[in-house]
């Protein structure tokens, strides 16, 4: 059984999470820039059969250093999510196979909540030393 738009979406709206649909038709969430992270964090969050992506930015940020380079430190640092180089500018994206039956729970938790937190907190760290 593929996962859904719909299904996905109405996971968002139980974590009061507002999403909006792209021309596209994919959920898009914006996470507001706050003292930690002074850019908003776009994020664009993709069903494609049994395949829940993540693609996010954050328009305005210019990291200082060699994005290649950053990105790859990140990369060496944490699994999730991905750090890559897309049209000079910094992207997080990681995506979940569901061609299994798993719980709603398990979406819930695994693959909405931590994904979230995780992006949020990528950009937060992206250029710090650890």
Known sequence: MAI???QIRTYFDELR???RI???GDMVVVQSADEDF???VVIYVIVN???LSYAAGAPGYTPAGDLFFLANRHNCRSNMPTAVVRDGAIR???SFLLDEEVSKEYIIENCIKFVLGSIWQSFVKFE???
């Open 38 to 40: 002074g850019h908003d």
């Open 4 to 6: 859904d738009k719909n």
């Open 17 to 19: 999470i507002p999403t």
């Open 49 to 51: 059969g049994d395949q």
């Open 22 to 24: 792209d021309e596209d």
């Open 92 to 94: 997080m994206e990681y």
């Open 128 to 130: 710090k030393e650890l």
